[in-house]
């Protein structure tokens, strides 16, 4: 017998090579217009006109030690609010009731974070007001980037009981 997915199983979405538009920086699988494109760390660090090994060596403090130009950080709004209308569109057709940001986009303050979740709110089918869908954002680990957005997932699972006792453990 195969196994068997609760139909309300939390499922991972991967946002990276969802389109944004015709045109646009390349994306490492050779398309133009990918989300990861535009928000990946690479992509980070192209925009920063920095080598992506000297953004990496920076480390988390990258963000408040590089000079960054009011159009560079006008521009990393944009690509915040796009990510925002990515995630909320992937919300329209895979509802869940929480997602967790981490990476580049987790250091910036409100301001930055108010493009993300803007972007999250526009989306056509009203983004976190339908269903009622939190929002967290973790520090990053750069080039360990799943690590802190897993940690706080477990984290979440945990303070809400862990599993249910019907539920098997993966062979």
């Known amino acids: 017998m195969g196994d068997m997915v609760e139909a309300d199983a939390p499922q991972p979405v991967e946002l990276g090579h969802m389109m944004f538009g015709e045109g646009g920086p390349r994306c490492p699988c050779g398309y133009h217009g990918r989300v990861e494109a535009f928000s990946s760390l690479p992509a980070l660090a192209g925009l920063l006109g920095l080598p992506e090994p000297e953004l990496l060596d920076s480390g988390d403090a990258w963000a408040a030690t590089i000079p960054v130009s009011s159009s560079v950080r006008q521009e990393l709004r944009r690509r915040l609010y796009r990510l925002g209308l990515a995630t ?84």
């Open 88 to 171: 909320g569109n992937t919300l329209n057709v895979k509802p869940c009731r929480g997602v967790v940001v981490s990476g580049w986009p987790s250091l910036f303050g409100a301001e930055h974070r108010k493009a993300l979740i803007g972007g999250v709110d526009a989306c056509l089918l009203g983004g976190r007001k339908r269903p009622q869908v939190s929002l967290a954002f973790v520090p990053p680990s750069n080039g360990n980037d799943p690590r802190p957005a897993l940690a706080f997932a477990a984290f979440c699972l945990a303070c809400r009981d862990g599993m249910p006792v019907e539920a098997t453990e993966a062979a």
